[in-house]
């Protein structure tokens, strides 16, 4: 049983009725920072717990480079076990106009709070008290009137370590022994949050940046959010405001987080953490500690920095984003994508541009995806209406590809299939495209059926209903996700806003894959041969093998997999237990031969059940990853083919 509220957090501290409020949680710190051409960065008024360390620390972290290039920003950063927000702001300084006053006013607030402490709710206090200051940085009385205004009380400062505090490294000195602890609860718990329909969100909420983050990807926020369920440390290398950059954190996180119910279908001893973790703003002054993260290969993360010299560390990450250079990232008609790399050595020279050789695309089946899924968010509304929204401003790439009509998804075929982020239409497809056409006697009606399938799919992932996940503990493998709960079906459609429907698509994804992958282990070990023994150990009988702990890959008392011809030979030869080489009674000093557990096949239509491209070599490869990182298992994935008559052809 959790000991938190709603929200997964720890009781102790705050009561539930502050979840349901928008009050600003409570602080451990505030802090002016002001940056002089001449002195650098300063912390010029502070107050805090006892013994928390702010200078050398805070000044880099609310202060990323780039900043004079905008007049106010909103950046999030972690310190420690807090996380940190800093409102920004500029002006040119009355005594010379080469001179320029930059100043910041920061907060940090306790992580077990959640992903960001909920510290977005000080942002508009922030930002107001940024601008007075900026006109007359003497007057911190204010800063010091918020501060007894908010400040943390004694009765709750007894602050847990949190999952959620990426910097907390003690927190994987010890591996989790049960999958529903609480801590592993309130890891997912603000995503849980978000997928619920009519859940409100504030003015200054990083889940309202969700539709444009999607916007701004186009299809590659479908490679990267496949990066983060592989659990790659991702970094977005961008310019300010570093609020946009932040938001995207903040939201990818919540896109690639692990649904709690799927804990049941995990291995008991995987501890891969359900959410990849966000650390939102790194600069150079973080490079020690991301080099040591970089020797724990179980600690994976996501964050942004506006530092190029970060990007030029390849070994510090796994997937390095380039965001484009525009501050807005809303589609125009000559729209810019990010472009996703692979961590290599050469990073280290200098950053590519686009297409580079070692640029992630999307594949031809995420570009139909994504198509589908732009169309089907026209016909929802935000959470917070704006002159234009992100979602429905279609870019040019696919506007001929989205239907007219909103609420419907579009069986036109999507142009960004010529994209240059798309992976180009492979040979064996072209092939297995003209064999059925040529079967068909040129009505291809098989592509029509499939286009169709995949359409289904697609409105099944962003229509159904946005229950929370997490109530449906008692729910089996087909009845979470896999078929949509009716039970909700009488929503009033305008709680479901683009930002929790997005929320809900992605998990509902992520646990179509996992569950299916599941199903398919199930499958395989069902049908796994006989074990096999060397030569100098002795053979006992099914009933010799029975223990009240049995292998997890032992072959059930109702297997019907026919052994091999080899494996037959073998048997007939094998002496029983009546044999003269055969103990009377099994010895412990002869164990069994230790082997690996049999690698996982996975079919085409396997492939095609998660709603990858059984044509892609990259989802393929994702596929075999991914079983390796939640399963610890080696699988071998089959791709399309072309065959004739039993024979296959290509």
Known sequence: MSRGGPDGAPLGRASTSHESSTEPPPLVAVFLVEFDARKGYSVTWQRSLPDLQLEGVVEYKSLPSGLHKVEEDLIYFIHDVYAGLSAFSSRTSEESQRNVLMLAVGVLVPLSYGRLGKSWRHAQNLKDLARQIITDPSRTNLLEEYWDKHRIREESAGLEGSLESPLGLKDHTTPQKHKDTPNRKRASSDAAALSRPSQGLGAHHPALSLPELVTAFGPLIFPLYKSALLR???????????????????????????????????????????????????????????????????????????????????????????????????????????????????????????????????????????????????????SQSSAQDPVTAIDSDAASSTSSTPSTFSSTPSTYSNSSIVEPISWSQVAYTSFMWWASAGENATAGLEQEVENEQDSGLLLADLGDSDDQDGAGLDQVYRVPNRRMTGLDPSSVTKETALVSYFHRLTTLIFTTIAEIIVREDDTLPPPQYTDDQPRHTSSDTDSEDPEPNSTPANHSAMPSSDQASDSESEPGTNSDNAPLLPSSAAPQAQTEPAIIQIHPEDMTRMGLDIWSASDRVFVEELVGVWWGRKARVRGGEVRCCGVRVL
């Not at 990073?347 to 198509?371: C, F, V, W």
Request: glycine share 4%; with cysteine.
């Open 232 to 382: 790659k440390r991702i970094l977005l290398l961008g310019e300010p405001p570093v609020q946009s950059s932040c938001d995207f954190v903040y939201g990818l996180s919540i896109l690639a987080s692990i649904p709690q119910v799927l804990a049941k279908i995990l291995p008991y001893d995987n501890y891969t953490p359900l959410t990849l973790r966000p650390l939102f703003n790194v600069g150079i002054h973080d490079i020690p500690y991301l080099t040591e993260v970089a020797r724990a290969p179980d600690l994976s993360w996501i964050a942004c920095t506006t530092d190029g010299v970060l990007a030029m560390k390849p070994a510090l990450f796994d997937i390095l984003v380039q965001l484009p250079s525009s501050s807005t990232f809303i589609a125009t008609q000559h729209k810019s994508h990010p472009n996703i790399i692979n961590s290599d050595p050469s990073l280290s020279q200098s950053l590519p541009n686009q297409g580079h050789q070692r640029s992630i695309k999307s594949t031809q089946r995420d570009a139909r995806r994504y198509t589908n899924l732009h169309t089907g968010l026209n016909a929802l509304p935000s």
